[in-house]
Protein backbone atom coordinates (compact mmCIF):
# COMPACT_ATOMS: atom_id res chain seq x y z
CA UNK A 1 0.00 0.00 0.00
CA UNK A 2 3.19 1.86 -0.38
CA UNK A 3 1.87 4.00 -3.35
CA UNK A 4 -1.69 4.77 -2.27
CA UNK A 5 0.12 6.32 1.22
CA UNK A 6 2.10 8.41 -0.61
CA UNK A 7 -1.44 10.42 -2.04
CA UNK A 8 -3.24 10.53 1.28
CA UNK A 9 -4.57 13.90 2.28
CA UNK A 10 -1.88 15.47 -0.92
CA UNK A 11 -2.68 17.86 -3.08
CA UNK A 12 -0.09 17.55 -5.83
CA UNK A 13 1.25 19.94 -8.17
CA UNK A 14 1.84 17.96 -11.01
CA UNK A 15 5.05 18.43 -13.25
CA UNK A 16 3.14 16.87 -16.49
CA UNK A 17 0.45 19.04 -16.89
CA UNK A 18 1.19 22.02 -14.54
CA UNK A 19 -2.59 21.50 -12.23
CA UNK A 20 -2.87 20.43 -8.83
CA UNK A 21 -4.22 16.84 -8.16
CA UNK A 22 -5.92 16.73 -4.93
CA UNK A 23 -6.63 13.48 -3.30
CA UNK A 24 -9.22 13.78 -0.32
CA UNK A 25 -9.26 9.89 1.36
CA UNK A 26 -7.17 11.06 4.57
CA UNK A 27 -6.85 7.21 5.61
CA UNK A 28 -6.16 4.20 3.61
CA UNK A 29 -5.38 0.82 5.97
CA UNK A 30 -4.97 -2.67 4.75
CA UNK A 31 -4.71 -4.24 8.29
CA UNK A 32 -5.15 -7.80 9.74
CA UNK A 33 -7.80 -6.30 12.62
CA UNK A 34 -9.34 -3.56 10.48
CA UNK A 35 -13.07 -4.11 12.00
CA UNK A 36 -11.21 -3.35 15.48
CA UNK A 37 -9.39 -0.96 14.97
CA UNK A 38 -11.57 1.51 12.78
CA UNK A 39 -13.22 3.44 15.74
CA UNK A 40 -9.87 3.99 16.59
CA UNK A 41 -8.74 5.39 13.32
CA UNK A 42 -12.16 6.98 12.64
CA UNK A 43 -11.61 9.36 16.18
CA UNK A 44 -7.91 9.74 14.96
CA UNK A 45 -9.17 11.63 12.23
CA UNK A 46 -12.02 13.88 14.45
CA UNK A 47 -14.67 12.24 12.62
CA UNK A 48 -18.18 12.23 14.87
CA UNK A 49 -19.03 9.61 17.41
CA UNK A 50 -21.97 7.56 16.95
CA UNK A 51 -21.61 5.33 14.27
CA UNK A 52 -24.00 4.37 11.96
CA UNK A 53 -23.25 1.05 10.34
CA UNK A 54 -24.60 0.34 6.53
CA UNK A 55 -24.14 -3.37 5.40
CA UNK A 56 -26.39 -5.93 3.57
CA UNK A 57 -26.98 -9.47 4.55
CA UNK A 58 -24.11 -10.87 3.17
CA UNK A 59 -21.62 -7.76 4.23
CA UNK A 60 -22.69 -7.62 6.96
CA UNK A 61 -21.65 -11.39 7.86
CA UNK A 62 -18.32 -10.91 6.39
CA UNK A 63 -17.59 -7.58 8.14
CA UNK A 64 -20.38 -5.42 9.29
CA UNK A 65 -21.47 -6.95 12.33
CA UNK A 66 -17.47 -6.94 13.56
CA UNK A 67 -17.36 -3.41 12.47
CA UNK A 68 -20.57 -2.48 14.47
CA UNK A 69 -19.60 -4.43 17.78
CA UNK A 70 -16.06 -2.88 17.67
CA UNK A 71 -18.10 0.77 17.65
CA UNK A 72 -20.52 -0.97 20.44
CA UNK A 73 -17.54 -1.49 22.33
CA UNK A 74 -16.54 2.26 22.38
CA UNK A 75 -19.35 4.11 22.72
CA UNK A 76 -21.72 1.90 24.09
CA UNK A 77 -24.49 1.94 21.38
CA UNK A 78 -24.40 2.03 17.65
CA UNK A 79 -26.69 2.31 14.63
CA UNK A 80 -26.80 -0.67 12.34
CA UNK A 81 -29.05 -0.78 8.74
CA UNK A 82 -29.04 -3.60 6.71
CA UNK A 83 -30.39 -3.16 3.39
CA UNK A 84 -32.72 -5.79 2.27
CA UNK A 85 -32.68 -8.14 -0.58
CA UNK A 86 -35.04 -6.90 -3.07
CA UNK A 87 -38.24 -9.60 -3.15
CA UNK A 88 -37.34 -11.02 -6.84
CA UNK A 89 -33.72 -11.87 -5.65
CA UNK A 90 -30.53 -10.85 -6.07
CA UNK A 91 -29.27 -8.12 -3.92
CA UNK A 92 -29.95 -4.35 -3.13
CA UNK A 93 -29.28 -1.84 -5.90
CA UNK A 94 -28.34 1.83 -5.92
CA UNK A 95 -31.23 3.59 -6.75
CA UNK A 96 -33.71 6.02 -6.07
CA UNK A 97 -36.22 3.87 -4.24
CA UNK A 98 -33.52 1.75 -1.60
CA UNK A 99 -32.08 5.33 -1.47
CA UNK A 100 -35.54 7.13 0.42
CA UNK A 101 -35.72 3.64 2.03
CA UNK A 102 -32.25 4.45 3.64
CA UNK A 103 -32.87 8.21 4.19
CA UNK A 104 -35.74 7.14 6.54
CA UNK A 105 -33.84 4.46 8.84
CA UNK A 106 -30.33 7.13 8.92
CA UNK A 107 -30.29 9.18 11.85
CA UNK A 108 -29.76 12.85 11.22
CA UNK A 109 -26.38 12.74 13.28
CA UNK A 110 -23.14 9.75 13.44
CA UNK A 111 -20.56 8.82 11.72
CA UNK A 112 -21.73 6.89 8.05
CA UNK A 113 -19.86 3.69 7.96
CA UNK A 114 -20.16 1.68 4.76
CA UNK A 115 -19.19 -1.87 4.79
CA UNK A 116 -20.04 -3.25 1.21
CA UNK A 117 -18.64 -3.28 -2.22
CA UNK A 118 -20.40 -1.54 -5.19
CA UNK A 119 -24.18 -0.61 -4.34
CA UNK A 120 -23.32 0.09 -0.28
CA UNK A 121 -20.40 2.30 -1.46
CA UNK A 122 -22.18 3.62 -3.52
CA UNK A 123 -25.33 4.67 -1.55
CA UNK A 124 -23.74 5.63 1.28
CA UNK A 125 -21.19 7.90 -0.73
CA UNK A 126 -24.74 9.58 -2.51
CA UNK A 127 -26.07 9.89 1.61
CA UNK A 128 -23.16 11.60 2.40
CA UNK A 129 -22.61 14.14 0.05
CA UNK A 130 -25.91 15.33 0.33
CA UNK A 131 -26.28 16.06 3.64
CA UNK A 132 -22.59 17.38 4.12
CA UNK A 133 -21.63 14.26 6.46
CA UNK A 134 -18.21 12.87 6.54
CA UNK A 135 -18.00 8.79 5.73
CA UNK A 136 -15.63 5.71 5.76
CA UNK A 137 -15.66 2.81 3.89
CA UNK A 138 -14.80 -0.96 4.84
CA UNK A 139 -14.88 -2.42 1.64
CA UNK A 140 -15.78 -6.24 1.52
CA UNK A 141 -14.75 -7.08 -2.09
CA UNK A 142 -11.77 -5.95 -4.93
CA UNK A 143 -14.75 -5.70 -6.70
CA UNK A 144 -14.65 -1.87 -8.56
CA UNK A 145 -12.48 0.73 -8.34
CA UNK A 146 -15.59 3.27 -7.09
CA UNK A 147 -14.49 3.17 -3.41
CA UNK A 148 -11.94 5.93 -3.31
CA UNK A 149 -13.67 8.26 -6.31
CA UNK A 150 -16.26 11.11 -6.40
CA UNK A 151 -18.59 9.16 -9.21
CA UNK A 152 -22.16 7.67 -7.73
CA UNK A 153 -23.94 5.68 -10.24
CA UNK A 154 -27.34 5.17 -9.44
CA UNK A 155 -30.18 4.45 -11.09
CA UNK A 156 -32.87 6.98 -11.59
CA UNK A 157 -36.33 6.03 -12.92
CA UNK A 158 -35.11 3.51 -14.30
CA UNK A 159 -31.78 4.91 -16.09
CA UNK A 160 -28.43 4.45 -15.49
CA UNK A 161 -27.09 7.81 -14.42
CA UNK A 162 -23.51 9.30 -13.16
CA UNK A 163 -23.51 11.82 -9.95
CA UNK A 164 -20.71 13.31 -8.64
CA UNK A 165 -20.39 12.63 -4.67
CA UNK A 166 -17.53 12.97 -2.54
CA UNK A 167 -14.48 10.24 -1.64
CA UNK A 168 -14.48 8.61 2.05
CA UNK A 169 -12.34 10.01 4.52
CA UNK A 170 -10.90 6.55 5.48
CA UNK A 171 -10.79 2.97 3.44
CA UNK A 172 -10.00 0.56 6.31
CA UNK A 173 -10.16 -3.17 5.18
CA UNK A 174 -7.81 -6.13 5.49
CA UNK A 175 -7.07 -9.13 3.14
CA UNK A 176 -9.01 -11.89 4.78
CA UNK A 177 -12.07 -9.89 4.50
CA UNK A 178 -11.43 -9.53 0.81
CA UNK A 179 -10.08 -13.12 0.07
CA UNK A 180 -13.71 -13.75 1.52
CA UNK A 181 -15.59 -12.29 -1.42
CA UNK A 182 -17.10 -14.48 -4.08
CA UNK A 183 -14.27 -15.25 -6.39
CA UNK A 184 -16.69 -13.93 -9.26
CA UNK A 185 -16.27 -10.35 -7.51
CA UNK A 186 -12.46 -10.51 -7.16
CA UNK A 187 -12.31 -11.21 -10.68
CA UNK A 188 -14.55 -8.50 -11.84
CA UNK A 189 -12.31 -6.03 -10.11
CA UNK A 190 -9.72 -7.36 -12.12
CA UNK A 191 -11.55 -6.83 -15.25
CA UNK A 192 -12.22 -3.44 -13.79
CA UNK A 193 -8.40 -1.85 -13.86
CA UNK A 194 -7.66 -3.94 -16.81
CA UNK A 195 -9.28 -1.23 -18.44
CA UNK A 196 -6.85 1.19 -18.33
CA UNK A 197 -4.73 0.54 -20.98
CA UNK A 198 -7.80 1.39 -23.37
CA UNK A 199 -9.49 4.16 -21.27
CA UNK A 200 -6.21 5.90 -21.17
CA UNK A 201 -5.51 5.86 -24.80
CA UNK A 202 -8.95 6.99 -25.51
CA UNK A 203 -8.14 10.04 -23.41
CA UNK A 204 -5.08 10.70 -25.06
CA UNK A 205 -7.49 10.45 -28.19
CA UNK A 206 -9.26 13.10 -26.90
CA UNK A 207 -6.98 14.89 -26.34
CA UNK A 208 -5.35 15.17 -29.93
CA UNK A 209 -8.17 15.17 -31.58
CA UNK A 210 -10.17 17.93 -29.22
CA UNK A 211 -7.49 19.08 -27.53
CA UNK A 212 -8.83 18.08 -24.13
CA UNK A 213 -7.10 17.94 -20.97
CA UNK A 214 -4.88 15.16 -20.87
CA UNK A 215 -2.03 14.01 -18.04
CA UNK A 216 0.31 11.37 -18.42
CA UNK A 217 0.58 11.30 -14.39
CA UNK A 218 -2.77 10.67 -13.36
CA UNK A 219 -2.87 8.26 -16.59
CA UNK A 220 -0.25 6.12 -15.41
CA UNK A 221 -0.67 5.94 -11.92
CA UNK A 222 -0.56 2.47 -11.04
CA UNK A 223 2.11 1.85 -13.39
CA UNK A 224 4.77 0.60 -10.38
CA UNK A 225 1.26 -2.03 -9.15
CA UNK A 226 0.09 -2.75 -12.71
CA UNK A 227 3.14 -5.67 -13.41
CA UNK A 228 2.49 -7.42 -10.41
CA UNK A 229 -1.08 -8.52 -11.58
CA UNK A 230 -0.53 -8.29 -15.50
CA UNK A 231 2.59 -11.20 -14.61
CA UNK A 232 1.10 -13.13 -12.25
CA UNK A 233 -2.41 -13.18 -12.53
CA UNK A 234 -3.39 -16.36 -11.42
CA UNK A 235 -1.91 -15.08 -7.66
CA UNK A 236 -5.75 -13.13 -7.90
CA UNK A 237 -7.29 -16.56 -9.02
CA UNK A 238 -5.76 -18.24 -6.46
CA UNK A 239 -6.70 -15.76 -3.82
CA UNK A 240 -3.08 -15.95 -2.87
CA UNK A 241 -1.70 -12.38 -1.04
CA UNK A 242 0.05 -10.50 -3.28
CA UNK A 243 -2.38 -11.31 -5.95
CA UNK A 244 -4.99 -9.35 -3.64
CA UNK A 245 -3.30 -6.58 -2.63
CA UNK A 246 -2.08 -5.73 -5.77
CA UNK A 247 -5.43 -5.87 -7.54
CA UNK A 248 -6.66 -4.11 -4.31
CA UNK A 249 -3.64 -1.41 -4.53
CA UNK A 250 -4.46 -0.55 -8.26
CA UNK A 251 -7.97 -0.09 -7.71
CA UNK A 252 -7.64 2.35 -4.72
CA UNK A 253 -5.19 4.13 -7.28
CA UNK A 254 -7.76 3.73 -10.02
CA UNK A 255 -10.27 5.54 -7.78
CA UNK A 256 -7.38 9.02 -6.95
CA UNK A 257 -6.34 8.69 -10.67
CA UNK A 258 -10.06 9.56 -11.64
CA UNK A 259 -10.57 12.08 -8.50
CA UNK A 260 -7.10 13.98 -9.51
CA UNK A 261 -8.35 14.14 -12.93
CA UNK A 262 -10.84 15.56 -12.41
CA UNK A 263 -12.78 13.40 -15.07
CA UNK A 264 -13.58 9.50 -15.20
CA UNK A 265 -11.50 9.82 -18.60
CA UNK A 266 -7.86 7.73 -16.99
CA UNK A 267 -10.37 4.64 -16.44
CA UNK A 268 -13.42 4.90 -18.49
CA UNK A 269 -13.48 4.95 -22.46
CA UNK A 270 -15.44 2.94 -25.00
CA UNK A 271 -14.82 -0.66 -22.80
CA UNK A 272 -17.46 1.11 -20.29
CA UNK A 273 -19.75 1.88 -22.78
CA UNK A 274 -20.27 -1.63 -24.24
CA UNK A 275 -20.52 -2.66 -20.54
CA UNK A 276 -23.08 0.25 -19.84
CA UNK A 277 -25.10 -0.85 -23.08
CA UNK A 278 -25.03 -4.45 -21.96
CA UNK A 279 -26.32 -2.73 -18.70
CA UNK A 280 -29.37 -0.83 -20.66
CA UNK A 281 -30.58 -3.96 -22.87
CA UNK A 282 -30.37 -5.86 -19.50
CA UNK A 283 -33.11 -3.39 -18.05
CA UNK A 284 -34.73 -2.55 -21.28
CA UNK A 285 -35.87 -6.57 -21.64
CA UNK A 286 -36.07 -7.10 -18.01
CA UNK A 287 -33.28 -9.08 -17.53
CA UNK A 288 -30.33 -9.35 -15.05
CA UNK A 289 -27.15 -8.67 -16.45
CA UNK A 290 -23.62 -9.87 -15.07
CA UNK A 291 -21.07 -7.92 -12.68
CA UNK A 292 -19.64 -4.31 -13.94
CA UNK A 293 -16.49 -5.60 -13.72
CA UNK A 294 -16.77 -8.73 -15.80
CA UNK A 295 -18.79 -7.23 -18.49
CA UNK A 296 -15.94 -4.37 -18.94
CA UNK A 297 -13.48 -6.87 -18.80
CA UNK A 298 -15.01 -7.96 -22.00
CA UNK A 299 -15.48 -4.60 -23.34
CA UNK A 300 -11.58 -4.27 -22.93
CA UNK A 301 -10.56 -7.00 -24.75
CA UNK A 302 -12.80 -6.27 -27.61
CA UNK A 303 -11.44 -2.65 -27.58
CA UNK A 304 -7.69 -3.63 -27.28
CA UNK A 305 -8.55 -5.75 -30.48
CA UNK A 306 -10.17 -2.70 -32.09
CA UNK A 307 -6.65 -0.71 -31.35
CA UNK A 308 -4.94 -3.17 -32.74
CA UNK A 309 -6.70 -3.57 -36.13
CA UNK A 310 -7.72 0.28 -37.20
CA UNK A 311 -4.23 1.43 -36.74
CA UNK A 312 -2.93 -1.99 -39.36
CA UNK A 313 -3.73 0.28 -42.30
CA UNK A 314 -4.27 4.08 -43.22
CA UNK A 315 -8.19 4.14 -43.96
CA UNK A 316 -8.16 6.57 -47.83
CA UNK A 317 -11.47 8.82 -46.28
CA UNK A 318 -12.90 9.12 -42.61
CA UNK A 319 -16.59 8.78 -42.38
CA UNK A 320 -18.48 11.20 -40.45
CA UNK A 321 -20.85 10.60 -37.45
CA UNK A 322 -24.41 10.08 -39.52
CA UNK A 323 -26.32 7.26 -37.43
CA UNK A 324 -29.15 7.90 -36.23
CA UNK A 325 -30.59 6.91 -32.72
CA UNK A 326 -32.83 3.35 -33.28
CA UNK A 327 -35.84 3.85 -30.94
CA UNK A 328 -36.72 0.32 -31.93
CA UNK A 329 -33.31 -0.42 -29.99
CA UNK A 330 -33.39 2.15 -27.30
CA UNK A 331 -37.03 1.79 -26.70
CA UNK A 332 -38.00 3.87 -23.40
CA UNK A 333 -34.11 5.01 -23.26
CA UNK A 334 -33.96 6.52 -26.70
CA UNK A 335 -34.62 10.19 -26.26
CA UNK A 336 -32.39 10.19 -23.20
CA UNK A 337 -29.78 8.42 -25.86
CA UNK A 338 -30.30 11.02 -28.20
CA UNK A 339 -29.30 13.51 -26.33
CA UNK A 340 -25.90 12.08 -26.05
CA UNK A 341 -25.69 10.76 -29.66
CA UNK A 342 -26.02 14.14 -30.85
CA UNK A 343 -22.91 15.63 -28.97
CA UNK A 344 -21.13 11.99 -30.15
CA UNK A 345 -22.34 12.47 -34.00
CA UNK A 346 -20.83 16.23 -33.57
CA UNK A 347 -17.40 14.68 -32.38
CA UNK A 348 -17.50 12.04 -34.57
CA UNK A 349 -18.03 14.20 -37.27
CA UNK A 350 -14.89 17.07 -36.40
CA UNK A 351 -12.57 14.26 -35.91
CA UNK A 352 -13.14 12.68 -39.65
CA UNK A 353 -13.03 16.05 -41.28
CA UNK A 354 -9.42 16.71 -39.02
CA UNK A 355 -8.22 13.41 -40.17
CA UNK A 356 -9.10 13.89 -43.46
CA UNK A 357 -7.37 17.39 -43.71
CA UNK A 358 -4.45 17.04 -42.02
CA UNK A 359 -1.97 14.42 -43.18
CA UNK A 360 0.51 13.50 -40.00
CA UNK A 361 -2.37 13.49 -37.48
CA UNK A 362 -3.55 9.46 -38.21
CA UNK A 363 0.48 8.69 -37.74
CA UNK A 364 0.13 10.58 -34.04
CA UNK A 365 -2.60 9.39 -33.10
CA UNK A 366 -1.36 5.47 -34.32
CA UNK A 367 1.82 6.19 -32.21
CA UNK A 368 0.90 8.43 -28.98
CA UNK A 369 -3.02 6.37 -28.19
CA UNK A 370 -2.46 3.42 -30.10
CA UNK A 371 0.89 2.48 -27.97
CA UNK A 372 -0.95 3.05 -25.05
CA UNK A 373 -2.90 0.13 -25.36
CA UNK A 374 -1.90 -3.04 -24.98
CA UNK A 375 -2.33 -6.15 -27.54
CA UNK A 376 -5.56 -8.34 -27.05
CA UNK A 377 -3.38 -11.36 -26.72
CA UNK A 378 -2.36 -9.87 -23.34
CA UNK A 379 -5.53 -8.98 -21.84
CA UNK A 380 -7.30 -12.49 -22.60
CA UNK A 381 -4.09 -13.92 -20.63
CA UNK A 382 -4.43 -12.03 -17.91
CA UNK A 383 -8.13 -12.02 -17.48
CA UNK A 384 -8.47 -16.30 -18.39
CA UNK A 385 -5.66 -16.71 -15.66
CA UNK A 386 -6.98 -13.81 -13.27
CA UNK A 387 -10.08 -16.06 -12.91
CA UNK A 388 -12.13 -13.19 -15.07
CA UNK A 389 -14.81 -13.89 -17.97
CA UNK A 390 -13.14 -13.39 -20.99
CA UNK A 391 -15.62 -15.16 -23.24
CA UNK A 392 -19.02 -14.30 -24.11
CA UNK A 393 -20.41 -17.51 -22.75
CA UNK A 394 -18.52 -16.40 -19.23
CA UNK A 395 -21.36 -13.43 -19.11
CA UNK A 396 -24.17 -15.30 -20.81
CA UNK A 397 -24.89 -12.67 -23.41
CA UNK A 398 -25.36 -14.43 -27.04
CA UNK A 399 -22.99 -13.56 -29.97
CA UNK A 400 -25.62 -11.81 -31.29
CA UNK A 401 -26.65 -9.56 -28.36
CA UNK A 402 -22.79 -8.37 -28.13
CA UNK A 403 -22.76 -7.54 -31.47
CA UNK A 404 -25.82 -5.27 -31.37
CA UNK A 405 -24.82 -3.63 -28.11
CA UNK A 406 -21.05 -3.15 -29.65
CA UNK A 407 -22.97 -1.08 -32.36
CA UNK A 408 -25.05 0.43 -30.44
CA UNK A 409 -22.63 1.57 -27.76
CA UNK A 410 -21.06 4.16 -30.02
CA UNK A 411 -24.22 6.07 -28.98
CA UNK A 412 -24.12 6.98 -25.70
CA UNK A 413 -21.80 9.88 -24.28
CA UNK A 414 -20.05 12.22 -25.60
CA UNK A 415 -16.43 11.20 -24.92
CA UNK A 416 -14.80 9.81 -28.09
CA UNK A 417 -13.47 6.59 -28.17
CA UNK A 418 -11.97 3.83 -29.97
CA UNK A 419 -15.47 2.38 -30.80
CA UNK A 420 -16.25 6.27 -32.80
CA UNK A 421 -12.50 5.90 -34.71
CA UNK A 422 -13.41 2.13 -35.52
CA UNK A 423 -16.52 3.89 -37.10
CA UNK A 424 -14.62 6.57 -39.26
CA UNK A 425 -12.30 4.15 -40.65
CA UNK A 426 -14.56 1.83 -41.62
CA UNK A 427 -13.60 -1.15 -39.04
CA UNK A 428 -17.19 -1.00 -37.67
CA UNK A 429 -19.55 -2.14 -38.00
CA UNK A 430 -18.79 -3.74 -40.94
CA UNK A 431 -16.28 -6.34 -39.20
CA UNK A 432 -17.51 -6.23 -35.78
CA UNK A 433 -19.23 -10.00 -36.12
CA UNK A 434 -15.53 -11.20 -37.29
CA UNK A 435 -13.98 -9.65 -34.37
CA UNK A 436 -16.37 -10.50 -31.62
CA UNK A 437 -16.12 -14.08 -33.20
CA UNK A 438 -12.22 -14.19 -33.24
CA UNK A 439 -11.73 -12.75 -29.85
CA UNK A 440 -14.66 -13.47 -27.57
CA UNK A 441 -15.79 -16.63 -29.06
CA UNK A 442 -13.14 -18.85 -29.28
ZN1 LIG B 1 -1.18 16.18 -13.93
ZN1 LIG C 1 -15.67 0.51 -14.09
Redesign the pocket.
Known sequence: MNTVQRFLGQA?A??????E?RVGVREALLIDDACERLPAVAAALGLPRGAVVIADTRTRAAAGAAVAEAFRRRDGSVTEIVLPDPPGGGGPVCDDHTRRTLDRAVPAEGLLVAVGSGVVNDLVKWMAVDAGRPYVVVPTAASMNGYTSANIAPTLKGVKSLLEGREPVAVVTSTAILRSAPAALTAAGLGDVMAKPVSSADWRLNHLLFDEFY????ADLIREIEPIYMQAPEAIAQGRTEGLEALYEAILLTGFSMT??GTSSPASGGEHLISHTLDMMASRDGLHHDLHGRQVGLGTLFCAALYQEVFRTRPGRFRSGETRTEPAFWKGFADAVEEQHVRKRRRQTQAAERLNRESGLWDRLACEAGGLCCPPETVRRVLRQGGAACRLQDIGVSRERFIEAVDHAHELRERYTILELARSAGVLPERTPELVDIWLCA
Open positions: VCQACGRHCPFCMA
